[in-house]
Nanobody, 126 residues
Framework: EVQFVESGGGLVQAGGSLRLSCVAS????????IGWFRQAPGKEREGVSC????????YYADSVKGRFTISSDNAKNTVYLQMNNLKPEDSAVYSC???????????????????WGQGTQVTVAS
């Protein structure tokens, strides 16, 4: 059974930092890319960042470039999201899932597939 367990969310002041963790199980971690998505109340789900477990290539949404860093520890089946210079608009539930980055004429998009984790809440106070 594919499972993801996220942790590391919390309440932080604008400009602060958080580090999210995502522990995966139930599949061959080395064969997939893992993505972080977020969803705030009343807003569409947004693909934030993705990392390939094969070659460590990464993708970032424009909204987080230069502030967030994704990394992985294949030995621990864990993906991390270091979030710096947080803004109130970063407040959302962050979840991880297997994902693909698809390049279209409108730009790259993260496409999730399979089971999701339960998510971890990030709240950034202004």
């Amino acid at each position: 059974e594919v499972q993801f367990v996220e942790s590391g969310g919390g309440l932080v002041q604008a400009g602060g930092s958080l580090r999210l963790s995502c522990v995966a199980s139930g599949f061959n971690f080395d064969d997939y890319a893992i993505g972080w998505f977020r969803q705030a109340p009343g807003k569409e789900r947004e693909g934030v960042s993705c990392i390939s477990s094969r070659d460590a290539s990464t993708y970032y949404a424009d909204s987080v470039k230069g502030r967030f860093t994704i990394s992985s520890d294949n030995a621990k089946n864990t993906v991390y999201l270091q979030m710096n210079n947080l803004k109130p608009e970063d407040s959302a539930v962050y979840s991880c899932v297997r994902a693909e980055v698809v390049v279209t004429t409108e730009g790259p998009f993260m496409i999730p597939f399979g089971a999701w984790g339960q998510g971890t809440q990030v709240t950034v106070a202004s």
